[in-house]
Protein backbone atom coordinates (compact mmCIF):
# COMPACT_ATOMS: atom_id res chain seq x y z
CA UNK A 1 0.00 0.00 0.00
CA UNK A 2 1.64 3.30 -1.06
CA UNK A 3 2.12 5.43 1.91
CA UNK A 4 1.11 9.19 1.99
CA UNK A 5 5.05 10.52 2.10
CA UNK A 6 6.00 8.38 -0.79
CA UNK A 7 2.68 9.40 -2.94
CA UNK A 8 4.28 13.11 -2.20
CA UNK A 9 7.82 12.27 -2.50
CA UNK A 10 6.69 10.97 -6.09
CA UNK A 11 4.83 13.89 -6.39
CA UNK A 12 8.03 16.37 -5.54
CA UNK A 13 10.28 14.14 -8.50
CA UNK A 14 7.46 14.38 -10.96
CA UNK A 15 6.87 17.90 -10.60
CA UNK A 16 10.74 18.32 -10.92
CA UNK A 17 10.55 16.38 -14.12
CA UNK A 18 7.47 18.97 -15.51
CA UNK A 19 9.94 22.09 -14.65
CA UNK A 20 12.61 19.86 -16.52
CA UNK A 21 9.97 19.42 -19.47
CA UNK A 22 9.12 22.78 -19.51
CA UNK A 23 12.32 24.53 -19.78
CA UNK A 24 12.90 22.09 -22.62
CA UNK A 25 9.35 22.72 -24.54
CA UNK A 26 10.70 26.46 -24.58
CA UNK A 27 13.63 25.70 -26.10
CA UNK A 28 11.42 23.18 -28.49
CA UNK A 29 9.26 26.15 -28.96
CA UNK A 30 11.78 28.75 -29.93
CA UNK A 31 13.49 26.25 -32.33
CA UNK A 32 9.90 25.23 -33.72
CA UNK A 33 9.65 29.11 -34.97
CA UNK A 34 12.36 28.96 -36.23
CA UNK A 35 12.15 26.04 -38.48
CA UNK A 36 8.66 27.67 -39.59
CA UNK A 37 10.67 30.71 -40.37
CA UNK A 38 13.33 28.87 -42.46
CA UNK A 39 10.92 26.62 -44.46
CA UNK A 40 8.86 29.90 -44.80
CA UNK A 41 12.44 31.57 -46.74
CA UNK A 42 13.45 28.36 -47.90
CA UNK A 43 10.11 28.61 -50.54
CA UNK A 44 12.05 31.77 -51.47
CA UNK A 45 15.41 30.06 -51.87
CA UNK A 46 17.01 32.63 -49.31
CA UNK A 47 16.70 30.42 -46.34
CA UNK A 48 18.60 27.24 -47.93
CA UNK A 49 21.72 28.13 -46.72
CA UNK A 50 20.19 28.03 -43.32
CA UNK A 51 18.87 24.57 -43.44
CA UNK A 52 22.35 23.05 -42.19
CA UNK A 53 22.69 25.33 -39.28
CA UNK A 54 19.08 24.92 -38.37
CA UNK A 55 19.33 20.92 -38.12
CA UNK A 56 22.41 21.40 -36.12
CA UNK A 57 20.50 23.27 -33.26
CA UNK A 58 17.21 21.32 -33.57
CA UNK A 59 19.32 18.31 -33.44
CA UNK A 60 21.31 19.65 -30.25
CA UNK A 61 17.98 20.41 -28.91
CA UNK A 62 16.80 16.83 -29.12
CA UNK A 63 19.69 15.52 -27.49
CA UNK A 64 19.28 17.88 -24.47
CA UNK A 65 15.98 16.17 -24.32
CA UNK A 66 17.52 12.76 -24.78
CA UNK A 67 20.00 13.77 -21.87
CA UNK A 68 16.91 14.87 -19.51
CA UNK A 69 14.77 11.91 -20.08
CA UNK A 70 18.25 9.27 -19.52
CA UNK A 71 18.25 11.10 -16.32
CA UNK A 72 14.80 9.29 -15.51
CA UNK A 73 15.13 5.93 -16.73
CA UNK A 74 17.27 3.89 -19.89
CA UNK A 75 19.91 5.70 -21.67
CA UNK A 76 18.74 7.36 -25.01
CA UNK A 77 21.06 7.48 -27.70
CA UNK A 78 21.61 10.15 -29.95
CA UNK A 79 21.40 8.77 -33.40
CA UNK A 80 24.38 9.85 -34.85
CA UNK A 81 25.84 12.60 -37.55
CA UNK A 82 23.41 15.06 -38.15
CA UNK A 83 22.08 15.51 -42.08
CA UNK A 84 23.95 18.25 -43.93
CA UNK A 85 21.09 19.00 -46.33
CA UNK A 86 17.47 19.21 -46.89
CA UNK A 87 16.95 16.27 -49.17
CA UNK A 88 18.89 14.07 -46.60
CA UNK A 89 17.11 15.09 -43.82
CA UNK A 90 13.31 14.71 -45.43
CA UNK A 91 14.65 10.96 -46.13
CA UNK A 92 16.56 10.78 -42.75
CA UNK A 93 14.47 8.80 -40.44
CA UNK A 94 15.86 10.21 -36.78
CA UNK A 95 15.41 13.94 -37.98
CA UNK A 96 12.11 13.66 -39.58
CA UNK A 97 10.91 12.00 -35.91
CA UNK A 98 12.84 14.86 -34.11
CA UNK A 99 10.45 17.44 -36.13
CA UNK A 100 7.42 15.23 -35.38
CA UNK A 101 8.70 15.79 -31.33
CA UNK A 102 9.97 19.06 -31.92
CA UNK A 103 6.17 20.15 -33.09
CA UNK A 104 4.03 18.72 -30.19
CA UNK A 105 7.06 19.37 -26.87
CA UNK A 106 6.95 22.73 -28.26
CA UNK A 107 2.74 22.47 -28.06
CA UNK A 108 1.17 19.88 -25.95
CA UNK A 109 4.84 19.49 -23.99
CA UNK A 110 4.54 23.26 -23.68
CA UNK A 111 0.80 23.44 -21.86
CA UNK A 112 1.67 20.11 -19.80
CA UNK A 113 4.61 21.84 -17.81
CA UNK A 114 2.73 25.11 -17.65
CA UNK A 115 -0.58 23.62 -16.26
CA UNK A 116 1.72 21.23 -13.82
CA UNK A 117 3.57 23.98 -12.53
CA UNK A 118 0.66 25.96 -12.03
CA UNK A 119 -1.63 23.38 -9.84
CA UNK A 120 1.36 23.09 -7.18
CA UNK A 121 1.49 27.32 -7.65
CA UNK A 122 -2.72 27.49 -6.38
CA UNK A 123 -2.30 25.39 -3.71
CA UNK A 124 0.09 27.02 -1.99
CA UNK A 125 -1.57 30.42 -2.63
CA UNK A 126 -5.11 28.79 -1.27
CA UNK A 127 -3.90 26.67 1.49
CA UNK A 128 -1.78 29.88 2.76
CA UNK A 129 -4.80 32.38 1.94
CA UNK A 130 -6.19 32.57 5.01
CA UNK A 131 -2.85 34.21 6.55
CA UNK A 132 -3.01 37.17 4.03
CA UNK A 133 -6.26 37.40 2.90
CA UNK A 134 -6.68 40.73 5.08
CA UNK A 135 -3.79 42.21 2.90
CA UNK A 136 -6.40 42.13 0.29
CA UNK A 137 -9.00 44.71 -1.38
CA UNK A 138 -12.37 44.04 0.99
CA UNK A 139 -14.59 41.75 -0.93
CA UNK A 140 -11.49 40.52 -3.60
CA UNK A 141 -11.78 36.83 -4.65
CA UNK A 142 -9.90 34.30 -3.80
CA UNK A 143 -6.30 33.85 -5.49
CA UNK A 144 -7.18 30.53 -7.64
CA UNK A 145 -10.71 29.47 -9.18
CA UNK A 146 -12.46 30.60 -5.59
CA UNK A 147 -14.72 33.02 -7.53
CA UNK A 148 -16.54 34.28 -4.32
CA UNK A 149 -15.63 37.61 -3.03
CA UNK A 150 -13.88 37.34 0.05
CA UNK A 151 -15.24 39.31 3.35
CA UNK A 152 -15.05 37.02 6.33
CA UNK A 153 -12.62 34.11 8.26
CA UNK A 154 -15.14 32.15 6.73
CA UNK A 155 -14.90 33.03 3.42
CA UNK A 156 -11.00 32.61 3.78
CA UNK A 157 -11.10 29.41 5.50
CA UNK A 158 -13.10 28.08 2.82
CA UNK A 159 -10.34 29.28 0.21
CA UNK A 160 -8.03 26.96 2.55
CA UNK A 161 -9.82 24.08 1.86
CA UNK A 162 -9.82 24.32 -1.40
CA UNK A 163 -5.85 24.74 -1.16
CA UNK A 164 -6.06 21.60 0.29
CA UNK A 165 -8.25 19.82 -2.61
CA UNK A 166 -5.74 21.43 -4.88
CA UNK A 167 -2.81 19.93 -3.03
CA UNK A 168 -4.97 16.47 -3.24
CA UNK A 169 -5.02 16.88 -7.08
CA UNK A 170 -1.15 17.58 -7.48
CA UNK A 171 -0.38 14.29 -5.51
CA UNK A 172 -2.56 12.43 -7.93
CA UNK A 173 -2.43 14.26 -10.69
CA UNK A 174 0.99 15.57 -11.16
CA UNK A 175 2.99 11.93 -11.23
CA UNK A 176 0.28 11.22 -14.27
CA UNK A 177 1.09 14.79 -15.99
CA UNK A 178 4.86 13.75 -15.73
CA UNK A 179 4.47 10.56 -17.61
CA UNK A 180 2.95 11.99 -20.56
CA UNK A 181 5.81 14.40 -22.36
CA UNK A 182 8.36 11.24 -21.13
CA UNK A 183 6.54 8.52 -23.21
CA UNK A 184 6.39 10.92 -25.97
CA UNK A 185 9.96 12.20 -25.86
CA UNK A 186 10.79 8.65 -25.88
CA UNK A 187 8.74 7.68 -28.48
CA UNK A 188 10.22 9.66 -30.84
CA UNK A 189 13.18 10.57 -29.41
CA UNK A 190 14.19 6.41 -28.99
CA UNK A 191 16.26 4.38 -31.67
CA UNK A 192 14.63 2.94 -34.29
CA UNK A 193 13.23 -0.47 -34.63
CA UNK A 194 16.65 -2.49 -35.04
CA UNK A 195 19.24 -0.27 -32.75
CA UNK A 196 18.61 -1.96 -29.97
CA UNK A 197 20.31 -5.21 -31.58
CA UNK A 198 22.83 -3.24 -33.20
CA UNK A 199 23.84 -1.97 -30.39
CA UNK A 200 23.41 -5.07 -28.42
CA UNK A 201 25.60 -6.95 -31.09
CA UNK A 202 28.17 -4.62 -30.95
CA UNK A 203 28.75 -4.55 -27.16
CA UNK A 204 28.75 -8.49 -27.12
CA UNK A 205 31.35 -7.69 -29.99
CA UNK A 206 33.57 -5.61 -27.88
CA UNK A 207 33.20 -8.25 -24.67
CA UNK A 208 34.02 -10.84 -26.42
CA UNK A 209 37.01 -9.18 -27.44
CA UNK A 210 37.72 -8.41 -23.74
CA UNK A 211 37.16 -11.93 -22.76
CA UNK A 212 39.64 -13.08 -25.21
CA UNK A 213 42.08 -10.74 -24.41
CA UNK A 214 41.75 -11.63 -20.68
CA UNK A 215 41.96 -15.17 -21.23
CA UNK A 216 44.97 -14.47 -22.94
CA UNK A 217 46.43 -12.60 -20.60
CA UNK A 218 45.78 -14.68 -17.93
CA UNK A 219 47.35 -17.41 -19.93
CA UNK A 220 50.42 -15.53 -20.57
CA UNK A 221 50.68 -14.77 -16.58
CA UNK A 222 50.28 -18.20 -15.80
CA UNK A 223 52.87 -19.41 -18.13
CA UNK A 224 55.35 -16.80 -16.78
CA UNK A 225 54.49 -17.90 -13.48
CA UNK A 226 55.50 -21.31 -14.53
CA UNK A 227 58.84 -20.13 -16.69
CA UNK A 228 60.70 -17.82 -14.50
CA UNK A 229 59.59 -19.85 -10.96
CA UNK A 230 58.47 -23.27 -11.18
CA UNK A 231 60.44 -24.28 -14.06
CA UNK A 232 63.93 -23.01 -12.70
CA UNK A 233 63.00 -24.62 -9.53
CA UNK A 234 62.96 -28.01 -11.30
CA UNK A 235 65.80 -27.23 -13.50
CA UNK A 236 67.75 -26.44 -10.44
CA UNK A 237 66.42 -29.85 -8.41
CA UNK A 238 67.28 -31.45 -11.89
CA UNK A 239 70.89 -29.86 -11.86
CA UNK A 240 71.29 -31.03 -8.05
CA UNK A 241 70.00 -34.33 -8.40
CA UNK A 242 72.59 -34.71 -11.06
CA UNK A 243 75.54 -33.87 -9.13
CA UNK A 244 74.23 -35.97 -5.68
CA UNK A 245 74.67 -38.90 -8.14
CA UNK A 246 77.97 -38.00 -8.95
CA UNK A 247 79.41 -37.10 -5.41
CA UNK A 248 77.63 -40.28 -3.85
CA UNK A 249 80.81 -42.58 -4.21
CA UNK A 250 83.52 -40.32 -3.84
CA UNK A 251 82.24 -37.84 -1.14
CA UNK A 252 78.46 -38.49 0.79
CA UNK A 253 78.72 -35.53 2.86
CA UNK A 254 78.70 -33.67 0.10
CA UNK A 255 76.40 -35.77 -1.67
CA UNK A 256 73.86 -34.93 1.38
CA UNK A 257 74.05 -31.72 1.06
CA UNK A 258 73.06 -31.42 -2.38
CA UNK A 259 69.96 -34.00 -1.64
CA UNK A 260 69.06 -31.64 0.87
CA UNK A 261 69.37 -28.16 -1.35
CA UNK A 262 67.44 -30.59 -4.31
CA UNK A 263 64.86 -31.12 -1.34
CA UNK A 264 64.57 -27.13 -0.34
CA UNK A 265 64.17 -26.41 -4.18
CA UNK A 266 61.37 -28.94 -4.69
CA UNK A 267 59.45 -27.74 -1.65
CA UNK A 268 59.96 -24.05 -3.13
CA UNK A 269 58.41 -25.34 -6.46
CA UNK A 270 55.70 -26.78 -4.77
CA UNK A 271 54.82 -23.11 -2.62
CA UNK A 272 55.03 -21.78 -6.49
CA UNK A 273 52.67 -24.35 -8.14
CA UNK A 274 50.28 -23.96 -5.88
CA UNK A 275 50.49 -20.30 -5.91
CA UNK A 276 49.63 -20.34 -9.48
CA UNK A 277 46.86 -23.03 -9.14
CA UNK A 278 45.23 -20.35 -6.47
CA UNK A 279 45.69 -17.67 -8.80
CA UNK A 280 43.92 -19.92 -11.55
CA UNK A 281 41.03 -20.69 -8.94
CA UNK A 282 41.63 -20.83 -5.29
CA UNK A 283 40.12 -23.75 -2.89
CA UNK A 284 39.02 -21.64 -0.45
CA UNK A 285 36.73 -20.26 -3.04
CA UNK A 286 35.44 -23.62 -4.44
CA UNK A 287 34.98 -24.81 -0.80
CA UNK A 288 33.95 -22.16 1.04
CA UNK A 289 32.46 -19.45 -1.14
CA UNK A 290 33.12 -15.91 -2.02
CA UNK A 291 32.44 -14.89 1.60
CA UNK A 292 35.35 -16.75 3.17
CA UNK A 293 37.49 -15.95 0.03
CA UNK A 294 37.32 -12.71 -0.13
CA UNK A 295 37.51 -12.60 4.13
CA UNK A 296 40.81 -14.05 3.60
CA UNK A 297 41.83 -12.20 0.76
CA UNK A 298 41.06 -8.83 3.59
CA UNK A 299 43.68 -10.72 6.13
CA UNK A 300 46.34 -11.22 3.76
CA UNK A 301 45.98 -7.56 2.65
CA UNK A 302 49.05 -5.17 3.78
CA UNK A 303 46.42 -2.42 4.34
CA UNK A 304 43.40 -2.87 7.42
CA UNK A 305 40.61 -4.16 5.58
CA UNK A 306 37.00 -4.49 6.35
CA UNK A 307 34.48 -6.88 4.52
CA UNK A 308 30.94 -6.45 4.49
CA UNK A 309 28.90 -9.68 3.02
CA UNK A 310 25.05 -9.59 2.56
CA UNK A 311 24.74 -12.06 -0.61
CA UNK A 312 22.85 -15.53 0.26
CA UNK A 313 23.35 -18.69 -1.97
CA UNK A 314 26.03 -19.12 -4.68
CA UNK A 315 26.61 -17.75 -7.79
CA UNK A 316 28.32 -19.17 -10.49
CA UNK A 317 31.73 -20.40 -10.27
CA UNK A 318 32.98 -18.32 -13.10
CA UNK A 319 31.00 -15.13 -11.70
CA UNK A 320 32.54 -16.13 -7.93
CA UNK A 321 36.08 -16.03 -9.56
CA UNK A 322 35.26 -12.94 -11.47
CA UNK A 323 35.00 -11.67 -8.18
CA UNK A 324 37.60 -12.51 -6.53
CA UNK A 325 40.03 -11.57 -9.13
CA UNK A 326 38.17 -7.99 -8.92
CA UNK A 327 38.44 -7.46 -5.32
CA UNK A 328 41.86 -9.11 -5.16
CA UNK A 329 42.96 -7.11 -7.82
CA UNK A 330 41.74 -3.84 -6.14
CA UNK A 331 43.10 -4.73 -2.86
CA UNK A 332 46.60 -5.29 -4.34
CA UNK A 333 46.00 -1.72 -5.57
CA UNK A 334 45.07 -0.33 -2.63
CA UNK A 335 48.60 -2.09 -1.16
CA UNK A 336 51.09 -0.83 -3.54
CA UNK A 337 49.41 2.67 -5.25
CA UNK A 338 46.91 4.28 -2.87
CA UNK A 339 48.94 5.40 0.40
CA UNK A 340 45.50 3.97 2.69
CA UNK A 341 45.73 3.33 5.79
CA UNK A 342 42.33 1.68 5.53
CA UNK A 343 39.87 -0.31 2.80
CA UNK A 344 35.86 -1.38 3.08
CA UNK A 345 35.22 -4.61 0.55
CA UNK A 346 31.34 -3.87 0.32
CA UNK A 347 29.31 -7.18 -1.18
CA UNK A 348 25.50 -7.53 -1.82
CA UNK A 349 23.31 -9.48 -3.62
CA UNK A 350 20.27 -8.00 -5.41
CA UNK A 351 17.97 -10.27 -6.84
CA UNK A 352 20.12 -11.72 -9.96
CA UNK A 353 22.73 -8.98 -10.03
CA UNK A 354 26.00 -9.01 -7.63
CA UNK A 355 27.16 -5.86 -6.04
CA UNK A 356 30.44 -5.41 -5.07
CA UNK A 357 32.47 -1.70 -3.60
CA UNK A 358 35.81 -1.06 -2.36
CA UNK A 359 36.56 1.96 -0.45
CA UNK A 360 39.74 3.28 0.64
CA UNK A 361 41.17 6.64 1.66
CA UNK A 362 44.42 6.67 0.09
CA UNK A 363 44.91 10.05 -2.04
CA UNK A 364 43.20 8.91 -4.97
CA UNK A 365 43.90 9.78 -8.73
CA UNK A 366 43.65 6.31 -9.87
CA UNK A 367 43.24 6.44 -13.73
CA UNK A 368 43.12 2.96 -15.79
CA UNK A 369 45.33 5.01 -18.74
CA UNK A 370 48.43 4.24 -16.39
CA UNK A 371 47.57 0.77 -15.85
CA UNK A 372 47.66 -0.38 -12.20
CA UNK A 373 45.55 -3.68 -13.39
CA UNK A 374 42.60 -1.42 -14.12
CA UNK A 375 42.47 -2.43 -17.52
CA UNK A 376 41.90 -5.75 -16.76
CA UNK A 377 39.46 -5.20 -14.34
CA UNK A 378 37.39 -3.81 -16.65
CA UNK A 379 37.86 -6.68 -19.68
CA UNK A 380 37.59 -9.18 -17.00
CA UNK A 381 34.43 -7.80 -15.57
CA UNK A 382 32.65 -6.65 -19.55
CA UNK A 383 33.40 -10.22 -20.32
CA UNK A 384 30.61 -11.42 -17.87
CA UNK A 385 28.33 -8.78 -19.57
CA UNK A 386 28.98 -6.67 -15.89
CA UNK A 387 29.86 -2.72 -15.69
CA UNK A 388 32.65 -1.11 -13.60
CA UNK A 389 32.70 2.65 -12.45
CA UNK A 390 35.72 4.21 -10.63
CA UNK A 391 35.39 7.55 -9.02
CA UNK A 392 39.05 8.54 -7.42
CA UNK A 393 39.50 12.30 -7.64
CA UNK A 394 43.01 13.61 -6.48
CA UNK A 395 43.19 13.82 -2.44
CA UNK A 396 40.94 10.85 -2.26
CA UNK A 397 39.05 8.91 -1.36
CA UNK A 398 38.38 6.02 -4.22
CA UNK A 399 35.57 3.83 -5.13
CA UNK A 400 35.81 1.09 -7.16
CA UNK A 401 32.19 -0.20 -7.84
CA UNK A 402 31.63 -3.22 -9.99
CA UNK A 403 28.22 -5.28 -11.17
CA UNK A 404 27.81 -8.48 -11.86
CA UNK A 405 24.79 -10.87 -13.12
CA UNK A 406 24.73 -13.87 -11.05
CA UNK A 407 21.56 -16.04 -12.21
CA UNK A 408 17.91 -15.83 -10.35
Known amino acids: ?21 LATAVLALAMLVWTLAVAILGLLVVGLSLVPGTLRAMRMV ?11 GPEIVSPGPTPTGLRAALTDRACRRELAWLAVHATFGFAIGLLGLTLPLYAVQDVTYPLWWQLTPAGSSGPSVAFWPVNTWADALAVGLLGL ?9 VPQLARLPGWIGRSLLGPGPGADLSLRVEQLTATRAAALDAHAAELRRIERSLHDGTQNRLVAVNVL ?14 AAEMLARAQDAAEQALAELRTVARGILPPVLADRGLTEAVERLAGDCAVRCRVDVEASGRCAASVEATAYFVVAEALTNVSKH ?12 AGDRLHLRIDDDGHGGADEGRGSGLVG ?32
Open 338 to 349: SGATSATVTIRR
Open 241 to 254: LGAARRQLARDPAA
Open 377 to 408: IRRRVEAYDGRMSLTSPVGGPTTMRVELPCGS
Open 165 to 173: AWVAVVVVA
Open 62 to 72: ADRERARLSRW
Open 1 to 21: MTTLPSRARRAIDALEHLVGG
